[in-house]
Nanobody, 123 residues
Framework: QVQLVESGGGLVQAGGSLRLSCAAS????????MGWFRQTPEKEREFVAA????????YYRDSVKGRFTISRDNNKNTVYLQMNSLKPEDTALYYC????????????????WGQGTQVTVSS
């Protein structure tokens, strides 16, 4: 069982930056691939980024490549999402998720989810 708690969301102007954190409970955090997803009332939950258990492989949706960076610190049981050059269309509720399988881009591939942290980007 893994419990995930996101933090770091907030209101930021377009062009600004935020860093999201996701703290995980449990002693086996380093064996899970991790992902970040986001959702708005108008859209289904969509993939943002994923990172392998070791941190050696990362994946991004095209619209955030070059602006967002996913990373993890297995000693702190935490995964991060650094978001730069934010745009109004990045506004969403951001979730982190964990999987004991190879992390992918589909929500159904992830077993554990946090409650989400709201990111709002004003124009």
């Amino acid at each position: 069982q893994v419990q995930l708690v996101e933090s770091g969301g907030g209101l930021v102007q377009a062009g600004g930056s935020l860093r999201l954190s996701c703290a995980a409970s449990g002693r086996t955090f380093s064996s899970y691939a991790m992902g970040w997803f986001r959702q708005t009332p108008e859209k289904e939950r969509e993939f943002v980024a994923a990172i392998s258990w070791s941190g050696g492989m990362t994946y991004y949706r095209d619209s955030v490549k070059g602006r967002f960076t996913i990373s993890r610190d297995n000693n702190k049981n935490t995964v991060y999402l650094q978001m730069n050059s934010l745009k109004p269309e990045d506004t969403a509720l951001y979730y982190c998720a964990a999987t004991s399988n190879v992390g992918g881009s589909l929500p159904g591939e992830y077993e554990y989810w946090g409650q989400g942290t709201q990111v709002t980007v004003s124009s």
